[in-house]
Structure formats: C-alpha cells, structure tokens
C-alpha cells in the first residue's frame, strides 16, 4: 500500500494517501453529528470540554498530524516551502489554521458566554471559523482529483474525490440543519400540522398568520435544501462522467446523516434520498449530462429535485398524511425544479464549455 506519489509538478497522496484524509474527515465529521445529537437529547453542561467535543476535535487533530507527516516526508525528499503541501492541500493547510483558531475561540466563547442555544447554536462566530476551515480541510482530496486528465474515473479511483465532496455537502447540510427540508416531514403530516397551528394560536387570524409562517418555512427549506444537495453533485458532474452509484452514495449518506440526528424518527427520507440518487445515476447514464452537453445538463439539473421531492412528498403522505394545501406542496416542486434549472444555468451560461468548466487548471 503506497500513500505518497510524485506529480508532474507537486507531490501528491496516492489513492490511499487520500483515503486516509477521507478517512479522518469523516471521523471529524461524525463528531460535529455527534455533538449535534447531544445537544438536542443530553442535559448539557455549560462547559466546552465533552465527549462529544472530544470526537470532533480529534478528528481534525488526527487530520492535521496526518497533513503535517505529509509535507514533512515530502520536504525530506527535497521539496521546499509550499511545494513540500501535497497538490489540492493548500488550502487544507490554510483552513486547518482557521480551524485552530476556531478552536480557541470557542472555547474562550464558551467559558465566557456559557453554551449557545437552538437556532443560533451554529451561528456564533467560533463556529462559523470551524465551519470555514473545516470545509477547506475536508475537500482537499476533492481539489486534489480537479486537475488530473481522467474525466471517466471507475467508482474505486473516485472515491477520494466523491467521498470528499459528500462529506463537505454533510456539513453545509448540518450547518442549516433547522431549514432542512426533510425535518418538516412530521409537520406538515395532517393531524401534526393542525396540532401545531393549535398549540401557536387561538383565534383566526393568529393561526392564518401562524400558518403562513409554517408555509414559508416549508417552502423556502425545499428551495435551499435543493440548492445545497443539488449543487456539489452539478459541480462533479461538470467535471467528471461519473461512475455508477455516485449520486446513490452522496444522496442517501447526506439523508442518512441528517436522519441518525434526530435518531431515525423521520427514516423514510432516507429511502427517498436513496432511491433519488438510484434515479439521479440512471439519468446520468442516460442523458450523459456534461459540459459539453448542455442541454442534457440543464434537464438533469431541473429533473433530479423534481424526482426528489415528489418522492418526498408521496412518502410524507403515506406515512403522516399532508396537511398543507396542494398549492404548496405543487408549487414546491415546480420552484424546486426551477432551482435546479438556474443552478444549471448559472454553471453553465453558455453553449461552449470554458477551461475552468472543462476540467483543467489546478483548485489548491
């Protein structure tokens, strides 16, 4: 097993060089998922030193003795200052010094401000340095994998890449976690929705005014879950033909994820995911969307969140019943699809792919 390799112009991680900065983002990443789950079911102490805190930090510390191991091998084989970073790295580098701050921060945040609460948990300044320079340091294997020739990777030689970029749509996901679209499933079932409108207000026009909040809430979660699911998936695809199973594996993992939070109580979503994804590989391997095929990228781009929700919507109501109008649900999927639509336009404005959108060039 080799996991370091010499590139034409920096040194790089060989696949399973990669697979051990996969393997370490991952293991902070289901810390930053534990600690979540803690704080909605454990009786929190105001203090920054937990278990749950201890899985995180020391997935990232692992991370960085592993970068540092990195460059400090390829500095002995005569590699000097930067070009000692393994390619796609530097900017791992950076964010892992972001990190640290962050770490400082938040504990300084903590023993001085006590634990943040609900929505603004994730809001707080420290916070949102470790989510800064965590995503620098988990997508490094992603920023690696741009700049090699091979534009149809087998699933195995993808991996580093696609698992790298799953991982980094999980925290984005984590990070609005309160708008994701799949944690209204239980409100808008039939009798949950009439309850809650019950338990806000008491008279009319508060439960029309409290339902019209409930409604924006749902419809503005689908357009930004659509966004942040859709769009990692969009970029890889412009790049890459991707392997078989690579939607599959990015969708129901990010479901999954965001799912094991609030420990399963809403699991359908993750068979909706899964079998969103399935879809999503079909209809890559059918239209064979690229950045050269721009049409079949703009109708992948506006079908996949069409599949997804409409998904998601049947299997709310079989298992809670819908107690939103269909306008909303309808009007969610249209807007939902448009998303995916001007994501596709966006990426891709034109009908002749540029250089940056035909692979080349080095993201570090």
């Known amino acids: 097993m080799t996991l370091f390799a010499e590139g034409r112009n920096s040194p790089r991680l060989s696949w399973w060089g990669e697979m051990v900065t996969v393997g370490f983002s991952a293991w902070a990443a289901c810390g930053a998922f534990l600690d979540g789950w803690a704080h909605s079911k454990v009786v929190q102490f105001e203090t920054f030193f937990t278990p749950w805190h201890a899985v995180f930090y020391s997935g990232f510390v692992a991370l960085t003795v592993w970068l540092g191991w990195s460059v400090r091998r390829f500095a002995r084989a005569g590699r000097r200052g930067l070009e000692a970073i393994p390619a796609g790295y530097r900017l791992g580098v950076l964010g892992l010094g972001i990190f640290t701050l962050g770490t400082v ?37 992603l920023r690696a ?7 149809t990777p087998t699933l195995r030689r993808f991996l580093p890449p696609l698992l790298s970029a799953t991982l980094a ?5 984590f990070m609005i976690g309160h708008l994701w679209a799949f944690y209204s499933a239980d409100l808008i079932g039939r009798l949950q929705y009439g309850t ?28 930004l879950s659509t966004a942040l699911l859709l769009a990692p998936l969009l970029v890889l ?28 109580h809403l699991a359908e979503t993750v068979f909706v995911a899964l079998l969103t994804g399935a879809t999503a590989d079909w209809l890559l391997a059918t239209l064979r969307p690229s950045s050269s095929r721009v049409g079949a990228f703009r109708l992948f781009a506006a079908l996949v969140p069409l599949i997804l929700w409409t998904l998601y919507f049947a299997a ?5 019943g819908l107690g939103v109008s269909p306008e909303l649900w309808v009007g969610g999927i249209f807007f939902a699809a448009a998303t995916g639509l001007g994501l596709a336009l966006v990426m891709l404005p034109g009908g002749e792919p540029t250089e940056f959108q035909a692979g080349q060039g080095d993201l570090r």
Request: hydrophobic share 50%; glycine share 10%; net charge neutral.
């Open 169 to 173: 749509t999980m925290v984005m996901v």
């Open 105 to 141: 921060g938040d504990m300084l945040w903590h023993m001085g401000l006590g634990i943040e609460q609900e929505g603004e948990r994730l809001s707080s300044p420290a916070h949102l340095a470790l989510f800064v320079g965590g995503l620098l340091a988990i997508t490094s294997p």
């Open 196 to 223: 809650a409108l019950d338990q806000l207000a008491s008279t009319a026009e508060a439960k029309r005014a409290f339902g019209y909040l409930i409604q924006a809430r749902v419809g503005g979660s689908l357009l």
């Open 237 to 264: 695809v412009r790049r890459w033909r991707l392997p078989p199973g690579s939607a599959t594996i990015m969708f129901a993992t990010v479901a999954l994820g965001m799912s094991a939070l609030r420990e399963l």
């Open 316 to 320: 709310t109501a079989l298992r809670w």
């Open 145 to 151: 994998a741009w700049a090699d020739p091979e534009r």
